[in-house]
């Protein structure tokens, strides 16, 4: 099992910047893909940014320029740097971490609870 920590949520006035980490632990053999997605109220959940193993990365068009998404692969952590947040922005968080946890197994996506962020003007 494979478990996901979420952390950085919060307020944050528009313009302003927040730090989402999100840390994988358990059993892990390796770590492909990583990523972000988003919920606002009402709405569908959203892709916000993936990294891949070999560094490639995708950000929706509302994102580009401002997040960035980074890995540090001897922690199994991935994180979202977001600046100049926009009340677009709110919505709750949640990261994804493709793991396979033994040697051959078929790698599957775990997912965090998710953490809020709330950009007020």
């Known amino acids: 099992q494979v478990q996901l920590v979420e952390s950085g949520g919060g307020l944050v006035q528009a313009g302003g910047s927040l730090r989402l980490s999100c840390a994988a632990a358990?059993?892990?053999?390796?770590?492909?893909?990583m990523g972000w997605y988003r919920q606002a109220p009402g709405k569908q959940r959203e892709l916000v940014a993936r990294?891949?193993?070999?560094?490639?990365?995708h950000y929706a068009d509302s994102v580009k320029g401002r997040f960035t998404i980074s890995r540090d692969n001897a922690k199994n952590t991935v994180y979202l740097q977001m600046n100049n947040l926009k009340r677009d922005d709110t919505a709750v968080y949640y990261c994804?971490?493709?793991?396979?946890?033994?040697?051959?197994?078929?790698?599957?996506?775990?997912w965090g609870r998710g953490t809020q962020v709330t950009v007020s003007s």
């Open positions: 994804t971490i493709d793991v396979q946890e033994f040697r051959g197994t078929v790698p599957f996506d775990y």
């Open positions: 358990g059993s892990i053999f390796s770590i492909n893909a």
């Open positions: 990294l891949t193993s070999d560094g490639n990365t």
